[in-house]
């Protein structure tokens, strides 16, 4: 058992939130306890995860996707209304940290797609605060055989934006929507991009920068950085456990 504001400044000093300027308050969105025995976790806190957390009687949620992204509506209506009151009906907490569990070098969404993928020996891209991991294969692979990897490691079939016949030597990859980083990975020298979203230019981008890319899934690419997070709260602090993953085909 810990109270949860013990949790939130542990979460905060392990993934550094105050180094990031994010699109969202990271930590403790809603204080809905204040003792924690069980913790759910999840990506996204839409509704059927709210219920999820409530029928197993989760304490407090842990996600990636949390509420009051800048510039949204503020009042407390609507559908937000109905998710923030049920949070607070059912006594389930909610934790949420986007960029700063994007970027962790252990538990961090990149990091854990990247082991997903096999590439034990990633790399943070060395660009500023950059969010691009990278790995240079020991054997250049074709496209076809990258997808295929994607594919059974995500248990999703890609979009590959095919640019040119050449094999694959060092990829590159940032969980989400990182589509528009699609010209940083081509300054890195990358000859594959993986993402989760793609968007209309980054077809052209792919094609004119002469680099292959991979629309992976938003969903599916940040399924992993919750849930090694998540574990490691548990086994630290001695917490009942569960992710639930509330299907999405984006």
Known sequence: MIDILSLETYCNELLSVDDFDDYCPNGLQVEATEQVTRLMAGVTACQALIEEAGRWGADALL???????????????GLKGRRIGALFQQHTGLLAYHLPLDAHPVYGNNRQLG???????????????????????????SAGDLAQRLTDSLGRKPLHIESNQRRLRRIGW???AAQG?????????????????ISEPTVHLAR???????????????????????????????????FVDIENPV
């Open 208 to 242: 004119e920068l002469d680099i292959h890319y991979f629309a992976a899934g938003h969903h599916a690419t940040e399924r992993y950085g919750v849930q090694a997070l998540g574990r490691h709260l548990a086994e630290r602090f001695d917490l009942a456990y569960r």
């Open 63 to 77: 996600v990636h996707h949390g509420y009051f992204w800048r510039g949204e509506r503020l009042p407390l209506r």
């Open 115 to 141: 082991s997903r993928l096999g590439f034990a020996d990633a790399q943070a891209a060395p660009v500023g605060r950059s969010l691009i991991w990278q790995m240079r294969l020991p054997q250049p692979v």
């Open 174 to 176: 940032c969980t989400g």
């Open 181 to 197: 980083a699609i010209e940083e990975a081509s300054a890195l020298g990358l000859d594959g991009y993986i993402s989760g979203e």
